[in-house]
Structure formats: C-alpha cells, structure tokens
C-alpha cells in the first residue's frame, strides 16, 4: 500500500523557498559548472512556480 500524507504548505510556498535555498547556494559556490547548475535549478523552479501560479488562477477555464 502506498502512504500519502497532507502538505502542510502549499506547492506555490515550497518552490519559493527551493529557490531561494538554490540562489543561496549558487552565491556561495565559485563560478563554474556547479554555479551554472545551481541557477538553472533555481531558474527551474521559479518557472514551475509561475506555472502552477497561472494554472490555479481564477480566470483559467476550461476548453470547450
């Protein structure tokens, strides 16, 4: 059986806190391969933040 437990915090929070932790990092880190590696994930990340931002937004409807 699968186990499942409720989010305490919402998707859209999580992603926010994700990219900042990644932004942090990347500071933190000499220019490089790594760097590059740390702001894509965050850049990523801030995409998947807007996405979900506009496909839980009121005016989205459905196709007819």
Known sequence: MRRSFKQT???NHRLSDH??????????TPPGS????L??????????SH???WLSSPGL????
């Open 51 to 53: 996405i979900e931002a």
């Open 61 to 64: 409807q459905a196709p007819k």
């Open 34 to 37: 790594a760097r590059d590696k």
């Open 19 to 28: 990219v900042e932790r990644l932004r942090k990092e990347a500071l933190g």
């Open 9 to 11: 915090r919402t998707l």
């Open 39 to 48: 702001t894509r994930l965050a850049r990523q990340a801030e995409t998947a």
